[in-house]
């Protein structure tokens, strides 16, 4: 994964303990819950974000259906109002 972009970078292990950087591509709310979509070269994911500003952390989203419509509800809505 190339660092040279400016962006904000974050690494997550999971339950085996391999760890993988992803690049915070999006943060965004939906029904009253934050979340932020990270990407990696092969893989994109969303995490809900919790806590209090200043204080926050990324937690998973265990159910595949979940995280998959948070995701197609996110990617409609860029693509109703994308950035000038």
């Known amino acids: 994964m190339k660092h040279d972009e400016p962006r904000d970078y974050i690494t997550i292990e ?12 999006a943060l965004f709310d939906m029904d009253d819950e934050s979340y932020a ?3 990696a070269e092969d893989e994109t994911i ?3 974000v919790e806590g209090e500003e200043g204080n926050q952390y990324l937690v998973g989203i265990t159910d595949p259906e979940e995280s998959e ?3 197609d ?8 109002a994308p950035a000038d």
Request: hydrophobic share 50%; no cysteine; charged share 30%.
């Open 14 to 25: 999971d339950d085996e303990g391999n760890r993988k950087d992803f690049a915070v591509e």
């Open 37 to 39: 979509l990270l990407a």
């Open 46 to 48: 969303v995490m809900k």
């Open 69 to 71: 419509a948070i995701l």
């Open 73 to 80: 509800a996110y990617q409609i809505a860029v693509q109703e």
